[in-house]
C-alpha cells in the first residue's frame, strides 16, 4: 500500500480512481490490506458460527448460545419470515456499554465530551459518571412501574442524558423509542399512540443554533393528542435546560416531575435485567413507501454484537488513543448505533454535539475537532456539501492535525462532495469510509475498511462480514459481474431488524414479498468490474432530504389534511445541499384559488403534522394531475415535469388526459 499524499498516489489516483490507504492508517488497522478483508469475508459467509461466535465472544453474556447461531426463514412462501440470532443467550447491551468498562478499571475514561450549542457551553462525562447517571434514571423508571417489556418514549436534544436514558431502558429490559426532536407535536403523537408508553422522557427547550426548541411544549401538545385519541401517558420525565418560562411549556401536577426532583435524589446502584438476545431492545420510527411511518424493531443479542463489530472494524476505533465523533442525533439509526451504542461498547471517548455545524459559524466542526483532538470524524453528505458552499477558509484556519479517519453515511455522496472532504478537510491523509445501511439494518452493510478498502470517490465499496448482498433485475434475477439493478441481501446478518413492531405482516409485506427469499433494501445499485457497490438511490416512494427519509405519502396526507387540498403528488427534485428536496404538486377544490397565503399555509401544514424537516420547497399548483386509465399518478411525468425535462417524457401513451402535461408545464413557477 502506499501513502495517499504522496506524488505517486495522486498520480495514480487520477487515472483509475481509486485512493489507497495511507501506511500509518494500514499498520493499525484491525484488517490489513484487500487480501486481509477478502479473507475474513469469505470466513463469515462459509462458517458463520465459527466467525461470529468469535465477535460476540468479545462481549459479556449471563448465558451462552446454542447452536446454530442464527436460525432463520427469509422466504415467504416456506411459511413466516423469522430470524433469530444468539437463541438461547442471555445478555445485557447496557451493561456491556456501560458497567463493562467501569468494571474494567476505566470508569474514569470520558465517555461523552459534550459540546453545547453555544461555545464555552460544555461537560465532560466519565464512564463512572454515566453508570451513576444510568442507574438514577433507572431507578426513577422503576419508581414509576417502568418493567421488562414497558414502552418508553424519549424526545429529547442531543445531551448527555439521551444516550444514557436509552442505556438505561436497556438496562431495565424496557424498549426505548427515541422520536428525534424535529418532529412535530402531531408526528410524536402518532409514535406515542403506535408504541403506547406510560412514562415520556424530555427536555424543557433547547437551543439549536439560533432558533429555540421548545421541546416540552410540543412533548405537552402531544400528549393532549393521543389523550384525545384515547392513550394516556401518566409520567413525564422533563430535563431542565432553558427554563420554561423562556421557552413555553407548563408542568401538570401529578403527571410531570423533573430531572432534579426525581432522578438527582435516586440511589446511583440498580442491577440489571439480563434479558433473551431476542428480547426487544428499541422501536425507531422510519418511513417507508405507504402509510403511516413504522416502528422497526430491534433486538438485544444481534443488535449488540452488529453494533460492537462494525464501530471497531469500520472506524478502528483504539479506545485508549481515539476521540471520535459522530455528529447524528440519537434520534435517528445513526445515532443509536454510532453514539449510544457502538462506541460506548468499546469503551471509547466520543464528542456529542448538540448544536448545528453552521452555528456561530460555518467553521464550528473544526474548532470543535482542534478543541478535543478529534480522531475519527463521521458525518453526512448534506453536512458535508452545505460547508463545502460556505468556502474552504472555514476549515483551513484551524489545524485539524488530530483527524486520521472519516467517515460518510446517509445518502450517496457526490464525487465532488467526496473531493472536498478528501482534500480539504482530511488534508488528503484520511480515508473516507462511506458506509451504506438503513434503520433496518441496524448497522454498516457496505463499507469500505480503513486498512483494506482502496477508495472510489461517491462508492460504498463492498460488503462488510456476513453481509451477502445480490443485484436483481425488475424479475428478481439474479445479475453477475458488473450490473445495476435493485440490492437485496441473501441472509440475515445479527443486527438486522427483527419485525414492524405489532405488525409482522407489513414487515413481510414491505422487505420479503417482492423477492421472495431475499431481503429487499428498496435501494438501487450499480455493482462494478471490481465488486465495488455504487449505490444510486430508492427505487421506492422513499425520499432523502439532507439524509432524512421521508415517505412520499406521509407528506401527501399531510397536504389534503388542509382543508381546500382535494389531492397531492409529492416528488423529489434534486438540490446542491439537501440531496433531494421535496416538490408538491396540488390540486384545489373548486372555488379555490391559489394565493401565495394559500401556499404559506400548505408548507405550514406539513410543518405541523411531519415537522420542519419535510416542509415542501416547491408548491405547483394542479388543476388535474397526469394520471393512467386506471387512476395511477404517473410520478415519473411529475418528477421530468419539476425538473423542466417534460422533452424527456418518454411513453405516455397510458395517460388517461395527455393534455394534463402541458398545462402543468405552463403553471410551472406560478
Ligand atoms: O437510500 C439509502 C440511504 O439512506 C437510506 C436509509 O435511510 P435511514 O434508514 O434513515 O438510515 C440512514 C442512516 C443509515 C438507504 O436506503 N443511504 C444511507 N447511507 C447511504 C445511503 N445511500 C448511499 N450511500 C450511503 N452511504
Redesign the pocket.
Known amino acids: 500500500m502506499s501513502d495517499a499524499g504522496d506524488q505517486k498516489t495522486k498520480e495514480q489516483a487520477s487515472i483509475d480512481d481509486k485512493f489507497f490507504p495511507p501506511d500509518a492508517i494500514v499498520e493499525r488497522a484491525y484488517v490489513q490490506g484487500l487480501s486481509g478483508y477478502k479473507d475474513l469475508y469469505e470466513r463469515s459467509l462459509s462458517d458463520p458460527d465459527s466467525f461470529w461466535s468469535e465477535q460476540a465472544e468479545t462481549l459479556t453474556w449471563h448465558k451462552k448460545w446454542s447452536s446454530p447461531i442464527c436460525k432463520y426463514n427469509l422466504n415467504i412462501e416456506n411459511g413466516p419470515v423469522n430470524i433469530s440470532w444468539f437463541d438461547g443467550a442471555e445478555t445485557n447491551i447496557s451493561w456491556n456499554a456501560v458497567d463493562r468498562n467501569v468494571e474494567a478499571g476505566l470508569g474514569d475514561r470520558v465517555a461523552f465530551y459534550w459540546e453545547g450549542n453555544d461555545e464555552g457551553v460544555e461537560r465532560t462525562v466519565t464512564y463512572a459518571q454515566l453508570k451513576s447517571m444510568v442507574c438514577r434514571i433507572a431507578n426513577y423508571l422503576k419508581s414509576v412501574g417502568v418493567k421488562r417489556g414497558d414502552d418508553v418514549t424519549l424526545y429529547m436534544s442531543l445531551v448527555p442524558e439521551l444516550p444514557a436514558a436509552m442505556a438505561t431502558c436497556a438496562r431495565i429490559g424496557a424498549i426505548h423509542s427515541v422520536v428525534f426532536g424535529g418532529f412535530s407535536a402531531e408526528a410524536l403523537a402518532d409514535r406515542i399512540l403506535d408504541s403506547t408508553p406510560n412514562v415520556v422522557i424530555t427536555v424543557s427547550g433547547t437551543m439549536r443554533g439560533p432558533k429555540p426548541i421548545p421541546l416540552k411544549a410540543i412533548v405537552d401538545e402531544a400528549l393532549q393528542i393521543s389523550e384525545g385519541k384515547g392513550h394516556t401517558v401518566h409520567h413525564v420525565l422533563m430535563l431542565e435546560q432553558l427554563p420554561l418560562s423562556d421557552v413555553g411549556g407548563s408542568m401538570k401536577a401529578g403527571r410531570d416531575v423533573t430531572w432534579r426532583e426525581a432522578v438527582d435524589s435516586q440511589p446511583d446502584d440498580c442491577p440489571v435485567e439480563w434479558m433473551p438476545a431476542e428480547a426487544p431492545l428499541f422501536k425507531l420510527y ?1 418511513s417507508g413507501s405507504t402509510g403511516k411511518p413504522k416502528g422497526v424493531l430491534h433486538t438485544a443479542g444481534g443488535y449488540m454484537v452488529g453494533a460492537m463489530v462494525t464501530t471497531k472494524f469500520v472506524f478502528d476505533v483504539q479506545p485508549v488513543s481515539d476521540v471520535y465523533w459522530c455528529t447524528a442525533d440519537c434520534g ?3 445515532g443509536h448505533t454510532y453514539v449510544t451504542y457502538g462506541p460506548l461498547l468499546l469503551g471509547a471517548t466520543q464528542v456529542i454535539f448538540e448544536g448545528v455545524p453552521t452555528w456561530p459559524d460555518a467553521g464550528r466542526c473544526w474548532s470543535i475537532v482542534d478543541k478535543y483532538k478529534v480522531t475519527i470524524f463521521y458525518t453526512a453528505p448534506t453536512a458535508i456539501r452545505a460547508l463545502h458552499a460556505r468556502g474552504d477558509a472555514f476549515v483551513t484556519r484551524y489545524s485539524r492535525a488530530s483527524l486520521r479517519l472519516l467517515g ?6 457526490n464525487p465532488e462532495a467526496w473531493r472536498w472532504y478528501y482534500e480539504v478537510v482530511g488534508g488528503g491523509r484520511c480515508p473516507i469510509m ?7 439494518t441496524g448497522s454498516h452493510m457496505i463499507t469500505p475498511l480503513p486498512g483494506a478498502t482502496p477508495l472510489k470517490p461517491g462508492c ?1 465499496t463492498l460488503p462488510f462480514f456476513g453481509v451477502e448482498p445480490a443485484v436483481l433485475d425488475e424479475k428478481g434475477n439474479e445479475l453477475q459481474g458488473p450490473c445495476e439493478g435493485i440490492l437485496v441481501i441473501k441472509r440475515p446478518w445479527p443486527s438486522m431488524m427483527r419485525t414492524v413492531a405489532g405488525d409482522h405482516k407489513r414487515f413481510e409485506q414491505t422487505y420479503f414479498s417482492a423477492f421472495k427469499g431475499y431481503y429487499f ?3 438501487g445499485c450499480r455493482r462494478d468490474s471490481d465488486g465495488y457497490y455504487w ?1 444510486t ?2 427505487v421506492d416512494d422513499v425520499l ?1 432530504v439532507s ?1 432524512h ?1 421521508i415517505g412520499t405519502a406521509e407528506v401527501e396526507s399531510a397536504l389534503v389534511s388542509h382543508p381546500v387540498c382535494v389531492e397531492a403528488a409529492v416528488v423529489a427534485v434534486e438540490h446542491a445541499i439537501k440531496g433531494q428536496s421535496i416538490y408538491a404538486f396540488v390540486t384545489l377544490m373548486t372555488g379555490s384559488e391559489p394565493s401565495d397565503a394559500l401556499r404559506k399555509e400548505l408548507i405550514a401544514t406539513v410543518r405541523k403534522v411531519i415537522g420542519p424537516f419535510a416542509a415542501p420547497d416547491v408548491i405547483h399548483w394542479a388543476p388535474g394531475l397526469p394520471k393512467t386509465r386506471s387512476g395511477k399518478i404517473m410520478r415519473r411525468v411529475l418528477r421530468k415535469i419539476a425538473a423542466c425535462e417534460e422533452d424527456q417524457l418518454g411513453d405516455t401513451s397510458t395517460l388517461a388526459d395527455p393534455s394534463v402535461v402541458q398545462q402543468l408545464v405552463e403553471l410551472r413557477g406560478k
Do not use: F, L
Request: net charge negative; proline share 4%; aromatic share 12%.
Open positions: 422510519t435517528w439509526i445513526t460518510s453515511v446517509g445518502e450517496p455522496i462511506d458506509t451504506w445501511w438503513q434503520t433496518e460504498a433494501t428498496g435501494d449505490i438511490g430508492r432523502n439524509g427519509r
